[in-house]
């Protein structure tokens, strides 16, 4: 069974349905209100953190794909977002890509049970 992660940042003062904001990501909208991440060092610091996984061509696009034994996740990106398919949920992992993000100021949106969290401080 697979579980996604979404993290994006966004102005304060924006006040943007999660639900609404994760929608319009998936089918490639542009977000009002959404800030643009720093996704080239995103992407060095994922690397970086799962040096087993690859950045690899994906139709039009690309992706991140990192395996383990018993576990794989795979990463989207835009300019504003990130998206992470995890099969299975895999909790050590999924903190580890939750504080990673965290660090770029893009806080966790859980589609699974639609809360979006805070930053942590």
Do not use: K
């Not at 542009?30 to 080239?40: A, F, K, P, Q």
């Not at 903190?95 to 660090?103: C, K, S, T, V």
């Amino acid at each position: 069974m697979s579980y996604g992660l979404c993290f994006w940042s966004e102005r304060p003062e924006a006040r943007l349905d999660p639900q609404t904001v994760y929608e319009g990501l998936l089918d490639g909208a542009e977000v009002e209100g959404l800030l643009h991440l720093s996704i080239d060092a995103y992407l060095q610091a994922l690397a970086n953190a799962f040096p087993a996984g690859t950045r690899e061509p994906n139709g039009t696009s690309e992706w991140f794909v990192w395996e383990g034994s018993s576990s794989m996740f795979e990463v989207w990106w835009s300019a504003v977002h990130v998206l992470v398919i995890m099969r299975p949920l895999d909790e050590g992992n999924a903190n580890r890509l939750i504080d990673l993000a965290a660090a770029f100021g893009a806080p966790l949106y859980d589609p699974q049970t639609g809360e979006r969290f805070a930053l942590p401080g």
